[in-house]
Nanobody, 122 residues
Framework: VQLQASGGGLVQAGGSLRLSCAASGRIYSSAVMGWSRQAPGKEREWVAAIRWGVGNTYYAESVKGRFTISRDKAENTVYLQMLSLKPEDTAIYYC????????????????WGQGTLVTVSS
């Protein structure tokens, strides 16, 4: 499965963006899809995850209440709706896929997209 992330861009603080991650192949119900981000000079940080089959969602504390992860099974796509963006949200955002939830939230997933840059200006 190949993952293609898109939707990044430049936005002012307080603004919003929606990222998309399109998967090329079949995604099984047991899969976990997630988003992580990496800011310049920092380690990659897990942001959100969703269980593909049942739709359960999980968030890092830093984004809880502002970001929403969702999926469209028909489109084989995962979304990350980001609201109330802050300058500290500036990073390259990556989507990931694995069958193991723990690997997704620890940034050790087997399958990664190429990343999309989000820049939040103050």
């Amino acid at each position: 499965v190949q993952l293609q992330a898109s939707g990044g861009g430049l936005v002012q603080a307080g603004g919003s963006l929606r990222l998309s991650c399109a998967a090329s192949g079949r995604i099984y119900s047991s899969a976990v899809m997630g988003w992580s981000r990496q800011a310049p000079g920092k380690e990659r940080e897990w942001v959100a995850a969703i269980r593909w089959g049942v739709g359960n969602t999980y968030y890092a504390e830093s984004v809880k209440g502002r970001f929403t992860i969702s999926r469209d099974k028909a489109e084989n796509t995962v979304y990350l709706q980001m609201l109330s963006l802050k300058p500290e949200d500036t990073a390259i955002y990556y989507c990931a896929k694995d069958s193991d939830w723990a690997k997704v939230v620890s940034n050790k997933a087997d399958n990664w997209g190429q990343g999309t840059l989000v820049t939040v200006s103050s």
